[in-house]
């Protein structure tokens, strides 16, 4: 490809309302354009990289077995009547009536249009399972479009969408999709973790949410460098640290601590690290004593998780903090000065506050600590459990080394969705001893344009764009520096075009005219991963220069050499 | 690909509401499947051959220099309102307001984003020429969906949209496109004809359509197949006939006709052939003379042809038949029974008249007609002019050979828009002497979607669909007979599978273990081009059966040379 016949356009400065990094790098570099609030065009630089995420997808799902459909984006209203959906789907849902007043949507999403066509076309369960997939372009209008292609209005997306005559064979298919899913983030380039959106067993009624790390991520997620566990947050076990209670040394004795009522203000008051103390936190019961209320007790470092706490016998769903006045009744204090010595009621410690001597902690008097607290010897043994998120250090459960906490950009989601539209929209097949069953389902989605904005946010430097090879919309660019001018380079900068082309890179020669400082510039905006200069001073050595995206320098090779070069280093390394 | 894993659904019937066969076979060979009217889900085997055509366009649009870009489908109403189409287009237009009560339109054409998108980049004549073009699922809101994909609600098209800084060069690539236009649909491998829509000078304001040829065709067309020329039947031009205007050898003799009112009962009563009498036809005239009746006269074998007529000096626009006051009173007759002898208004007549002698014509008096009547001799030479449709057998107006009518489908279309959106939406450019000016634009489209249903239209027949092999679902199709049973038909299969797709053949190989019947119906109703049976009686032999889907017999050959075989069959025929 010639620039002079394909189209760059890149920006100076990116528009103010670009807020993270690759909404500015895509505008800056001319990917997108926007046309209104969440809606872009993809400029042909923009679609390059799309078209090969799209196809990646899809020669992915293709080898998994699914089948590639296109489904209407105009659906029919009856279908989301039938599902339920019509009356539940909030206004992110585009409705609008037909010329006859005819109600439809335009599809975010198409559980009911491929849940019709299997009850059409699948009678039988010798014609299971079937998994049908699409890549369209999708419109949800959200409230407040942003972050350019990562929360647009009309994206394109990879649906997927699987009929099984079992769980069985959900499950199979669901771990089937999890490692297609593997195989495409790591085939595109992208550092990334497989996410369990809920129990975490990937056989169960699970969902796994793949998330690219990057720190403009919109979720936190716990993850292990050294193994494949990720887990949201709120989800990760935090397991009981190694080194078993020490044994007392200090004293149970009780200090006046003033106006003191957070943990940071006590560590501070105290000089000793927010480690050492204890935070007491009052939830409702709810057992045959009702609503009593249940103390737990997490190190001062760290922070009760709601769902954890939530999720234990005999604790009010959903989880309920207890009122000024119950604590009052029951502990004869405020909080702030809370503790479990002398209270009656239920207490509950994590396993890290398990593992504590001579700690301090509340009271039970207003302004006033205990220091030297000890477990068994001030207070009888409480019950113990996971009741906090897990932090960065953490051992990772799975015991293959330590947690990190990171942010995280959602790009797939796979889902077993069991039979919920199957049974609403009454699609069954005939099983092998003649009774009608209800089929299992699972869906499977990508958000392909949004992999394009995830992938900046993961690869960019101050210049520009680092594109993973993969999916950059050039591989390589040859840059000859007085293209017009000099016969030796417009015959060198064509020669090793047409000889990289049959090599098949995609390559890029910019015969614009741009002065070098301009044209560097645009190619390292635009994130080519490399880089070949053609210029007469070297050419009178013999040599052109080529340069990676990532690297500081540039090597010298001759024109000869050169092809070889660029094809060797845009030749992924297989790692096993 | 094994069938296995891919999904083939036929049906024995078409459901009623399929009126045209390409309707009915897209749905019976399982391409798509009704959502709601005019709207369809392309089901595996459509969407292969949809994405073939679409793979074709975007090659060729590659080629001749376009660049590919992807506009959204939603866009905001204020860019309709600035070029004037948010008034006047019709409820074709899907208009929606979003959640914030801002109007949109989901687009049926893009000429407004894009002209916006140039006026943004586009500043300067060293960036143009430019061609953007895309392919997209459009939607237009049909009052009456009907045949299909041909013209459903929902459909992909290809639209590109080039600007220019002078007319000059826009013909210049409305040139390069009608070249393109014609590679794609001779690629594809379809019968068709570029028709002119209007002057058919290619340099003109111009428009031309693409169509395929088809009895089931919408337009008609008049085309000649010794050359390339195609017009609409009512732009066609009628050329002189080549004989001279025979000497007169009857007498004018007044003839009684009671209750003879049309040119069939004329002849009918005569015992004359039609081509023997003249039609008369009053129209009003607008000139100095004021709406004075003109007597326009045709052959009674050919029709007036209402734009040529209209188009003509002194003649009312638009077109109008004199009334019947206003005939009786210039005439002293009714029609039926009207003639050029002794009218005094202006008379013209249509080249074949000029030619005529001894013809029959109306005598100005009810229920009577001239015989013998002559030119010159009985009434005054009329002015001549090109008054009829062309009909079949005429001269072509190349002077190439006869034309024939036939019936097209518009599959594309290309147009010079001017400077009709670039005037409204203020797109300028600054020339080379540094002034501003407004850019010209064309605009190019072709119905992806529907060049299947035109394919099918022009190639199919009582067994089902006969692609061109360029846009077959699958070229070739391995059906072996046995195949659960035999491991010799299994293991040969197979091995031709593999051997074929090694040779770059997408072939499919159908172990669904179908009966032969059964099996061999569905790929002549999918219409697969070539097709190779392996069996255990022919094994016996040591041959394979291969035979294509126009031909009534198989061939035999070694299985090892069936790869060769089919390969050959399957490249094109260069001509040239």
Redesign the interface.
Known sequence: MFAS???I?TLKEAPSDAEVVSHQLMLRAGLI?K??AG??????TG?RS?RKVENIVREEMNRA?A??????????AELWQESGRWAHYG??L?R?Q??HQRD?V?GPTHEE?VT??AR??LKSYRQLP?H?YQI??K?R?E?RPRFGVMRG??FLMKDGYSFHASHDDLVREYRNMHDTYSRIFTRIGLQFRAVAADTGSIGGTGSHEFHVIAETGEDDIAWCPQSDYAANVELAEALAPNAARPSPTAGLQKVHTPGVKTIAELANFLKIGAERTVKAIVVEGDDEAGRAPVLMLVRGDHELNAIKAQKLEGIADPLAFASAEAIQAAFGAAPGSLGPVGFKGRVIMDRSVAALADFVIGANQDDWHYTGANIGRDFTEPEVADLRNVVAGDPSPDGKGALEICRGIEVGHIFQLRTKYAEALDCRFVDENGREQVMEMGCYGIGVSRILGAAIEQNHDARGIIWPASIAPFKAVICPIGFDKSEAVRETAKRLHDELVAAGVDVILDDRGERPGAMFADWELIGVPQRIVVGDRGLKDGVVEIQGRREEQASKFSPDEAVDETVRRLTPQTTD
């Open positions: 016949r394909f189209f356009s354009r046309v209104a809606i872009y065009t993809w400029m042909p679609l799309l077995g089948v590639e459909v296109l489904m209407p984006a105009v659906q029919p206004p992110e585009l609008f037909d010329r439809f335009v249009v019709d066509m059409r076309e079937r049908f369209q372009t419109f209008d409230i209005r009309e």
